[in-house]
């Protein structure tokens, strides 16, 4: 399969970590995500931790250690990074963190995690042969934001996705046809490899495999700049690609970005400060933003 070479150094996703003993395990971190999901859906007004440690069945210590283990925060942090909005830092062409580094590369400062992403792309006769040739191996992991679908391909990480237990087979389907012609093989110990090297606290080297038009390439690119506890307006991300009046084709690309997280498409909001318009759901948009600007803002002391 032919390639060409999107970023010859690193760049850095920004990523948070979770100091977590025992990422994987769905006993740990599937309550956390429970907990999540019940505040991000009471943004003004989230439960305690003595609500959220009652109604999961833990003592409220025992869960705070669990929840901080989990997301590398306390539950209480996390209330507050929801209730601050996601708006926080909109970029405008006055206070613009997308630097001109994006005339040179996708690096992008990062005051978090440093998780040092490689890129491949393909080219759009490859995009139009829709995986033919290529195998991909897959699994499904546990993470505090519900269940993550991990592909990979020989190059990298080609798909990341968020769901349930009970979307997980649509969520395979929409790989799948997105690779119609690809060679498929299940391998969750593989993917939980790259997965821990993803959500754990290590710094590591993750690679990516962008199958997309150059059009896309451009605004994925574009999003890697974007640094974590940031957000930028459509328009705003549409400028620093050098085309103002492409809101709308970015929106497309944004929302057709296949690697959930890595490639951060989360951080791209209405001008408004609206937060919507998600592929994996606004709660799980959400909730990876107040993760992001609770880690971003100060280190936890609760």
């Not at 997308?98 to 005051?111: E, I, K, N, T, Y």
């Amino acid at each position: 399969m032919s390639k060409k070479r999107v970023e010859a150094g690193a760049a850095k996703a920004d990523l948070p970590s979770m100091q977590t003993e025992t990422l994987f395990d769905d006993a740990g971190l599937a309550p956390v995500a429970d907990a999540i999901a019940r505040m991000v859906a009471t943004p003004e007004d989230p439960p305690t931790l003595e609500t959220l440690a009652a109604e999961l069945g833990y003592s409220p210590f025992h869960f705070q250690r669990l929840f901080k283990r989990g997301v590398g925060v306390s539950p209480k942090r996390f209330a507050q990074a929801l209730r601050l909005g996601p708006a926080r830092a909109l970029l405008t062409s006055d206070t613009p963190v997308l630097s001109a580094s994006l005339d040179v590369g996708m690096s992008g400062p990062s005051r978090l995690h440093d998780l040092f992403v490689a890129c491949e792309a393909v080219t759009p006769g490859d995009v139009r042969r829709r995986g033919r040739g290529l195998e991909i191996k897959w699994g499904v992991h546990a993470s505090p934001f519900g269940r993550v679908l991990l592909a990979e391909t020989p190059i990298g990480v080609c798909w990341l996705s968020f769901g349930t237990d009970e979307t997980i087979e649509a969520m395979f389907g929409e790989l799948h046809a997105t690779y119609a012609q690809a060679t498929y093989r299940r391998d969750d110990e593989a993917t939980a490899k790259t997965a821990a090297a993803i959500f754990g606290p290590d710094r590591t080297r993750i690679s990516l495999d962008l199958h997309g038009t150059n059009f896309q390439i451009k605004v994925w690119q574009a999003l890697l700049a974007i640094p974590a506890g940031n957000t930028v307006s459509y328009g705003e991300l549409a400028g620093r690609i050098g085309n103002k009046a492409a809101s709308r084709a970015v929106g497309t690309a944004v929302g057709s970005n296949p690697i959930s997280l890595l490639i951060p498409c989360h951080r791209v909001i209405q001008a408004s400060g609206a937060v919507h318009h998600y592929r994996w759901g606004t709660p799980t948009k959400r909730a990876l933003l107040a993760w992001e600007r609770a880690r971003f803002d100060t280190a936890d002391a609760a």
